[in-house]
């Protein structure tokens, strides 16, 4: 089970309706050398249109891996990827849920905590039987968070613009009010601190 941050995730959802983008993962190919602690990932996505791209990436690690081959594919698009920063990252098992005495085959519990630009942090978990599998969600999730953050306050700000245009004062009042939530869902991009900085 793979869980999200609640806050503003209604409304980033009702925001962007059809077009929240919402990622998973059909396979993931992980190589280690031990040696030199070089991780390399092959990961195919998947999105709501069944489109699968190829993702590659290394680190020192599963999670600095994924995190790159994520950062490469979607980073250029969605600028406020580059400013978010891991600040916490927990491993527990539930060996209450068992079922071989060894116990080896436990539900783990993986949760990735994420810091945005404003100090605020976030975090995002899933668990299941692979620690691997819960990594990579849990990786995968946040990314999604922040990406899908960042489309809601430019969705957000055109209609803001829209209403204006068209003298609707009660639509006015309600996007400059969501704007101000969405915002702190969001992370540093130069487009949203344009944005901040118009709207004063």
Known sequence: MTKRPLENLDLIKRVLGSEYLELSIRRLHVEEDLASEITKVVVETSDENGQAPRLDGEGCGLVDALYGALLRRYGPEYQSLQSI???NFDVSARFETKTEHAGVDA????????RNSEGRIFTFSDASRSITSSTARAVLVAVEYFMNAERAFITLYRSLK???ERGREDLVTRYTRELAEVVK???YAEVIENIRRELG
């Open 85 to 87: 920063e891991l600040t």
């Open 107 to 114: 539900v783990g519990e993986v949760s990735v905590d994420i």
């Open 162 to 164: 829209d209403a204006q």
């Open 185 to 187: 869902s969001t992370s």
